[in-house]
């Protein structure tokens, strides 16, 4: 018989030999998309051509979306076995090669069944946990369980087994052949992995609040428990774990780690604020007790000890903490490192620290605990906020720490960063015109501007020019050698000449009624959507800059609640709209007098509306997706299409039958319509049972005798 189809590999398949076939299809389809249309003229294969053809197709409303690719995200957990690191970042496990730790070079990434995270309704889908032992990486991926994956070939690592965890796998720590997973409200899951293709739950003992953390010394699970501080467990038996004691404490209890008797605790405040690290007795298991404690100056999410020195990763830009704790009774810091966006994690080999946080993984130097220093980082694109893609390029600003990223999407499946540059304050929105990016960059104390960058060469981007911006900068629009940039805080529409790259200059501006968020041009009309994300109402204002130096208002329409985004097409405005949350669809062909036409209800916020022909993107912020509007009849917008991203959707550009989603902790999620895969469809000549048919039926395959 012969089997058709057209699909991706799956990690889950009924019976191997229906996953060896599902993985032949893809590599067979790479080579298959290497010789069709588009190969390149010298005969070389590049399956990354058949791709971006099929993406960059004059498709004007792509439909029936789903995930294609995806790029950066937050970092959570990180080992150190040998020459490399592992670390999650978004929904991927990335490997990294840090021989040398001042240049870490990214060598291998998995996705982990990223298409069935997003199935979820969970928006936390980042890995959380990792433990590597010799070739096998033990990954908790939080909704999809405990993954086990072999990376004896770091350049390609693959999955070889699965399990499911009640509730979220959160932690993990390997001992011999047992796992033993922190899993939530699903307590201390024990795993027998010795055979790692089938990986089972054998044991399980409940905690008092979720388990967040577990370290695992001879036959003793240590658990951070939240609430319930920290949980000492019998895992003698592994089918069946107990509890003998337990220490509580004021706070949450996020991570530890165990040195000899003594375990080291992470806590965060109850109002997440603070944090300390607290120094806990265990040579009795049955009663553990605190015997000495340090402030941290935010929520303490990660601790590793090393010698007389623990090292803590806390929520707040001083990131890693570096903690004497020779004498247990009195800790104390004596040194610490920013860290963009705060730390999630920490491993310390020799001297080097490796902290997972917002700004991918950062590699730090702590020979001299006193001064400790970054060094290096990996998969900088840890927080998107907006993007702005110019043919195979996709400009992206993003991190707590305000970087403008560039990335290559030649190949949709598989964006790659290319290069960035650090922004003064918060990179919050970008507009790029031929070889200049024009960056939205908020600030506080008023010192909020627009950075001039260019980005001839992607791989070096530079910034030429700057002026600051009075009251903020949330968005920018670039109309020839004008830039429009909308500010909250009192800045309200500032128009920029930017014929000058290394010298733009303020030539105009204009106080709407309420804060300005977000701005579009078209011609000699600027439209600015007013009203903070949590005001009660807001405005579309229409703004006549035929004379740049003096734009006047000359028409407004009142929104149900703040207007965050505006897109104009034509004669018709679409507006974003929050508290309720929705989209306006605003008829502008009177600039003097603007009027709803008609709304839709979202699921969420909306916080990125981007019209193509008769459909609105809109991005559904907190409620975690992309709404696909038909608004053919604007008077009566309905939603076609939900599309769940990883985490919370802001920005969103379309370009030819691609979907780009800035998607805030899930980096840069690309979607594309279904019928246009990477893979192309191919045949294979294979003699297969009934019960192996049935099993290539399930998983989409058509079965031709």
Same mark, same amino acid.
């Given at each position: 018989?012969?089997?058709?189809?057209?699909?991706?590999?799956?990690?889950?398949?009924?019976?191997?030999?229906?996953?060896?076939?599902?993985?032949?299809?893809?590599?067979?389809?790479?080579?298959?998309?290497?010789?069709a249309p588009g190969t390149h003229s010298d005969g070389s294969a590049r399956s990354e051509v058949a791709a971006q053809d099929a993406l960059a197709a004059p498709i004007s409303e792509p439909r029936d979306l789903e995930i294609v690719g995806q790029i950066g995200g937050q970092a959570l957990a990180v080992d150190v076995e040998g020459d490399y690191a592992y670390f999650g970042v978004g929904p991927s496990l990335a490997i990294a090669d840090v021989r040398d730790p001042s240049r870490p070079v990214l060598v291998g990434r998995l996705r982990l069944r990223w298409k069935e995270l997003v199935a979820t309704s969970d928006s936390s889908q980042n890995l959380s946990g990792i433990? =590597?032992? %010799? &070739?096998? @990486?033990? *990954? +908790? $991926?939080?909704?999809? !369980? #405990?993954? /086990?994956?072999?990376?004896?070939?770091?350049?390609?690592?693959?999955?070889?087994?699965?399990?499911?965890?009640?509730?979220?796998?959160?932690?993990?720590? =390997?001992? %011999? &052949?047992? @796992?033993? *997973? +922190? $899993?939530?409200?699903? !307590? #201390?899951? /024990?795993?027998?992995?010795?055979?790692?293709?089938?990986?089972?739950?054998?044991?399980?003992?409940?905690?008092?609040?979720?388990?967040?953390?577990?370290? =695992?010394v001879g036959t003793t699970a240590y658990v951070a428990a939240l609430n319930a501080g920290l949980q000492v467990i019998d895992v003698g038996i592994p089918t069946a774990p107990r509890i003998v004691g337990c220490v509580d404490m004021l706070g949450f209890a996020f991570a530890v780690h165990v040195v000899g008797t003594t375990a080291y605790l992470a806590i965060g405040d109850e109002h997440f604020e603070d944090g300390s690290l607290q120094v806990i007795d265990v040579s009795d298991r049955t009663s553990p007790r605190i015997v000495g404690s340090v402030e941290t100056p935010g929520v303490a999410e990660g601790v590793h000890v090393v010698g007389p020195?623990?090292?803590?990763?806390?929520?707040?830009?001083?990131?890693?903490?570096?903690i004497d704790v020779g004498d247990a009774t009195a800790p104390r810091i004596v040194g610490s490192v920013a860290t963009p966006g705060g730390a999630n994690g920490v491993h310390v080999v020799g001297t080097t620290a490796y902290v997972p946080g917002y700004a991918g993984l950062m590699v730090i130097d702590v020979r001299d605990a006193a001064a400790p220093r970054t060094v290096g980082t990996v998969d900088r694109l840890g927080w998107a906020n907006a993007v702005h893609v110019v043919e195979t390029m996709a400009y992206v600003t993003g991190n707590i720490g305000g970087d403008f990223i560039a990335i290559n999407v030649s190949d949709p499946a598989s964006p790659r960063i290319v290069g960035s540059v650090e922004t003064p304050g918060l990179a919050e929105d970008?507009?790029?015109?031929?070889?200049?990016?024009?960056?939205?960059?908020?600030?506080?104390?008023?010192?909020?501007?627009?950075?001039?960058?260019?980005?001839?060469?992607?791989?070096?981007?530079?910034?030429?020019?700057?002026?600051?911006?009075?009251?903020?900068?949330?968005?920018?629009?670039?109309?020839?050698?004008?830039?429009?940039?909308?500010?909250?805080?009192g800045g309200g529409l500032t128009v920029i000449?930017?014929?000058?790259?290394?010298?733009?200059?303020?030539?105009?501006?204009?106080?709407?009624?309420?804060?300005?968020?977000?701005?579009?041009?078209?011609?000699?009309?600027?439209?600015?959507?007013?009203?903070?994300?949590?005001?009660?109402?807001?405005?579309?204002?229409?703004?006549?800059?035929?004379?740049a130096s003096a734009p006047r208002i000359v028409g407004s329409v009142a929104t149900p609640g703040g207007a965050t985004e505006v897109h104009v097409v034509g004669t018709m405005a679409y507006v974003a709209n929050r508290f309720p949350h929705s989209l306006q669809v605003i008829d502008v062909s009177d600039p003097m007098a603007p009027r709803i036409l008609g709304a839709v209800l979202t699921q969420g916020p909306v916080e990125g509306v981007h019209v193509v022909g008769t459909t609105a993107y809109v991005t559904n912020g907190y409620a975690g997706g992309l709404h696909v509007i038909d608004v053919s009849d604007a008077t009566a917008p309905r939603i076609v299409e939900t599309v769940n991203?990883?985490?919370?959707?802001?920005?969103?550009?379309?370009?030819?039958?691609?979907v780009y989603v800035a998607d805030w902790r899930g980096g840069l999620v690309v979607l594309g319509p279904r019928q246009s895969r990477v893979f192309l469809p191919i045949a294979m000549d294979m003699s297969f049972d009934e019960g192996q048919r049935s099993a290539a039926r399930a998983e989409g395959l058509r079965v031709v005798d």
């Open positions: 018989m012969r089997l058709q189809g057209l699909m991706t590999p799956r990690t889950s398949l009924a019976g191997g030999a229906v996953g060896a076939v599902a993985l032949s299809f893809a590599l067979l389809a790479a080579g298959a998309a290497a010789t433990d =590597v032992v %010799g &070739t096998t @990486a033990y *990954v +908790a $991926a939080w909704a999809d !369980g #405990l993954q /086990v994956i072999d990376v004896s070939n770091v350049l390609a690592p693959r999955l070889v087994g699965a399990v499911a965890i009640t509730d979220r796998a959160r932690d993990v720590h =390997v001992v %011999g &052949t047992m @796992a033993y *997973v +922190a $899993a939530g409200d699903g !307590g #201390l899951q /024990v795993v027998d992995a010795s055979d790692a293709s089938v990986p089972r739950v054998v044991g399980s003992v409940a905690t008092p609040f979720p388990a967040e953390a577990v370290h =695992v020195t623990a090292y803590v990763a806390e929520r707040s830009h001083d990131g890693l903490q570096v970008v507009h790029v015109v031929g070889n200049t990016a024009y960056v939205a960059d908020n600030a506080p104390g008023y010192r909020s501007s627009l950075q001039v960058i260019d980005v001839s060469a992607p791989a070096a981007p530079r910034i030429v020019g700057s002026v600051v911006t009075p009251g903020g900068a949330n968005d920018v629009y670039v109309d020839g050698t004008t830039a429009y940039v909308a500010g909250w805080d000449d930017v014929s000058d790259r290394a010298s733009p200059r303020i030539v105009g501006s204009a106080i709407p009624q309420g804060p300005a968020s977000a701005v579009h041009a078209v011609g000699t009309t600027a439209y600015v959507a007013t009203g903070h994300r949590n005001s009660p109402e807001g405005l579309l204002e229409v703004i006549d800059v035929s004379d991203t990883l985490d919370l959707p802001d920005g969103v550009h379309v370009v030819g039958s691609a």
